[in-house]
């Protein structure tokens, strides 16, 4: 497993801010910690809905990895 190292505090700041303004580019709001207009699923209703995507996630899981593979150590960020 390769080692990881925390970035120092003041550039995960600036990392932090900067996705926080591309958030406000696409119209989100990174501060929004819900609200009634959200969906919550039942456990039920995200079984189902799992189930039914597990191809999907199966094959996407597996590009992240490789991704992953692809990036580790390499410094860069993946958002």
């Known amino acids: 497993m390769p080692s990881r190292t925390i970035p120092d505090p003041a550039s995960l ?27 919550c699923l039942d456990p039920d209703e995200l079984s189902r809905r799992l189930a039914d995507n597990r191809q999907f996630l199966d094959i996407a899981v597996a590009q992240i990895e490789e991704l992953y593979q692809f990036v580790a150590g390499a410094g860069f960020v993946v958002n």
């Open 13 to 39: 700041q600036r990392e932090i801010k900067s996705s926080h303004e591309r958030c406000r580019q696409y119209g989100v709001d990174p501060e929004d910690k819900g609200s009634r207009n959200h969906k």
